[in-house]
Nanobody, 127 residues
């Protein structure tokens, strides 16, 4: 059974740091692009960072570039997000998620879609 378990999250003061983790099971973790997706209060879902299957390629939204670091340990089937210099605007529910390619007739590439989601973890930034 597919699971993405996020034991991290919590309360941190502005300027502080926090590391999130996501433990995967039930699918081939090492074959998937992984994402950290967040939902701030009153906002929709938005990805902040992503990492390729082998871990050598990463992309970030400008809002977190230079502040957050996504990484993975495929031997442990675990995804990480190291967050530093946290600000109140970073407060959100953070989800780990996996994307995979989908194909139609004649192996036509339809695009990548989110396939698996973690339960989400609350990050609160407050004094």
């Amino acid at each position: 059974q597919v699971q993405l378990v996020e034991p991290g999250g919590g309360l941190v003061q502005p300027g502080g740091s926090l590391r999130l983790s996501c433990a995967a099971s039930g699918f081939t973790f090492s074959s998937n692009w992984m994402y950290w997706v967040r939902q701030a209060p009153g906002k929709g879902l938005e990805w902040g960072s992503r990492i390729n299957a082998a871990g050598g390629i990463t992309y970030y939204k400008d809002s977190v570039k230079g502040r957050f670091t996504i990484s993975r340990d495929n031997a442990k089937n675990t995804l990480y997000l190291q967050m530093t210099s946290l600000k109140p605007e970073h407060a959100a529910v953070y989800y780990c998620a996996a994307k995979r390619p989908y194909y139609g007739a004649s192996s036509y590439y339809l695009g990548d879609q989110y396939a698996y989601w973690g339960q989400g973890t609350q990050v609160t930034v407050s004094s």
